[in-house]
C-alpha cells in the first residue's frame, strides 16, 4: 500500500491535513499536538468526496468558532500539501470540513492500487506496533465432537489471526488441550464403559458422564485397533467409577488421541490450521518440583511464592489474588494436594511468556464470563506484572434457524450440532463468512436456509458473485479485442505509465472512494478485534462495485475511459479477494 507520505493514500491525504491542522492551531496560540480527528465519507455524495471533524474537536483548546477554525485548516491544506489533491472545499454545518478531491487524486489512488496488488493493505500496522502475538482459540475439552459454537469461535479466531498477520504482527495460533483433571477421568471411564457395552458387557456410563452417541464410534475404532485386550479389566469391574485407575489413563490418553485427530481433520475442513497444539498435561513435567509440582506449574508457583502471593489455610494453598482486584482469593492447590485448574492456567500463560509472546489473547466461550477477573488477577501477580499483556475476549452463542425456527441438525448425536454437520449442510465459504458477521460479543443468528440461497439476499454469495463478475468482465474483455486496455492496466501496475487523464463519473469515484478505505479497515480490523469490520466492507464494496457495472460499460470506444476503467474492475477484484482470504473464504471466477 501507499505509505503515509503519499497524499494519494488515505492515511498519507490524513497525516497532511494533521500536519496542516497542527500549523493552524499553532498559529491560533493553542498548546499541544492537535486532538485525533476522524477523516470520513460524506453520507450524501454531493457533500465531497471526504469530510473532517478536525476543526470541531480542536476548537475548544484553540479558543476559536469551529466554522473558522475549518475555513483556516482547509486554506491551508489547499494551498500546500493538498494542492494536486483538492479541487475545492467546503466549510458545512457547525464546522465540518468537505473535501472535494481532483481527478488526479483518484487516478494516483487506483495508479497505487494496483501497483501494490494482493499488498494493498499489508503491513498497515506502523512498525513500531508490531507484535509477536499468540491467539488461542477454541481449546475445547478433547472428550467429544466440536459443536457450531466451536465453529464461530474458530472462524473469529482464524480470522482474526490472518488479519493480525496482513497488519504486520507475528502470530502465533495456539490451541490448548485441557487433558488434565476430573472432566478427563470421566470421559476415560464413559469411554471404557462403552468399549465394555460394544464386547456385550454390563457396564454403564458414569451418571455424570459423556453419553453421546459418538463414544460408541470411539469404541468401535478403539475395538479394530486392539480388540478385547480390556475385557478382563472392564469384566472385573463392579462400575465404571470401580475400574482401576491404569485402565482409566489407558482408556482416557487413547480418546484424548482420537478425539484430537478428529479436532485436526474438522478444524481443516474448516480452513483452520494451528501453529502449536499446547497439552494441559505436559505443564506438570520437567524441572525442579516446587510445593510437590514440577514443570511450568512449579515454576508458576516458585514465582508467586517469590513475590510473597501464596499462604496456606485450612490444608490448601491460596493465591492473594484481592491484591489485583479480585472479589476473593483463590485456592490452587487443594486440601488433598491436587491442583486447581486455575493453576494449570497460570502456569500455562507463564509458559507463553517463556516462549516469547509480547502480547497474549485468550477467545473464551460464554460461560468463561465469571473466570475473567481471577484470571486477570492472577496473570498481574505474576512477575513481570505487566497485565496489559493479556487480552481476554469472551464470545457469544450461536443460533442455528431454519424456516424462521431454532434447528437441530444432528438426531444420530442427539443434542450435539457439530461443525461437520454445519459444513456438509451450508459449505465451508458460507459459514466462515456468516458466522463473523456480526461482533463477537454478541449472540449470532445464522439462517441456514439463507446461507445457500443463490440470492443478493445471501451476504456471501453477493460478494462471492461480485469477485466472479469482474473476472467474467476481464476475460470477456479480452476475448472482445480489449488487450490494449488489460496491457496499459499491467504497464500502470508495473508503475511503468500513469493512468490515463480521464474525468472519473460519480460511480467511478465512488469505486476509488470505497477501494481506497481497504487499508484502513484493516488496521481498525485489527485495533478492534472485529474480523466483522471486514465483512461489512466487502458486502458494501461489493455494492458500490455493483453501482459502477450498472452505471458504466467497461467496453467503450474511448481507449483511456476502458483502460481506467478496466484499472477499477482489476482493484475490486484484487480487493475482494484479498479480503475474502482474511476470512478463510475462497473467491471464485466463475459461478
Known sequence: MGSHADI?????????????????????????????????????????????????????????????????????????????????????????????????????????????????????????????VNIEFVSVNPTGPLHVGHARYASYGDALCRIFSYAGHEVTREFYVNDAGTQMTRFGQSLAARYAQRLGLDLAVPEDGYQGEYLFELADRLIAEVGDRYRAAVAGAPDALGLPAEVVTEFKTWGRDAVLELFRATLGRLGVVFDVWTRESSLYAGGEPHRGFAGEVGKALADLDTEGLLYEQEGAVWLKTTQYGDDKDRVLIRSSGESTYFLSDIAYHRDKMDRGAAHMIDIWGADHHGYVPRMKAAFTALPPHEPERLELIIGQLVNLLEGGAARRMSKRRGDIVTIDDLVEAIGVDAARFLLVGRSQDTTLELDLDLAVEQSSQNPVYYVQYAH?????????????GGEAAVALVDEVAAGARELPAVEAGPEERALVHTLARFPQVVLAAVEHRAPHRVHTYLGELAAEFHVFYRQCRVIVDDADVSAFRVGLCRASQLILATGLGLLGVSAPEQM
Open 468 to 480: 466472479a463478475r469482474i473476472c467474467s468482465v476481464l476475460r470477456t474483455l479480452v476475448a472482445r
Open 8 to 132: 494519494h493514500d488515505v492515511a498519507g491525504l490524513a497525516a497532511s491535513l494533521d500536519a496542516a491542522l497542527a500549523d493552524v492551531l499553532a498559529e491560533l496560540g493553542a498548546q499541544g499536538p492537535p486532538a485525533a480527528a476522524e477523516l470520513g465519507v460524506p453520507s450524501r455524495r454531493e457533500h465531497g468526496d471526504l469530510t473532517t471533524n478536525a476543526a470541531l474537536v480542536n476548537a475548544k483548546r484553540a479558543g476559536r468558532p469551529p466554522r473558522e477554525i475549518a475555513q483556516a485548516l482547509g486554506e491551508r491544506w489547499a494551498a500546500g500539501a493538498g494542492a494536486g489533491a483538492c479541487a475545492r472545499f467546503e466549510v458545512a454545518g457547525p464546522g465540518f470540513l468537505n473535501l472535494f478531491l481532483t481527478d488526479a487524486w483518484h487516478r494516483g489512488a487506483l495508479a497505487g492500487m494496483l501497483a501494490a496488488g494482493q499488498d494493498y493493505g499489508r503491513d498497515v500496522l506502523p512498525a513500531e506496533r508490531r507484535q509477536r
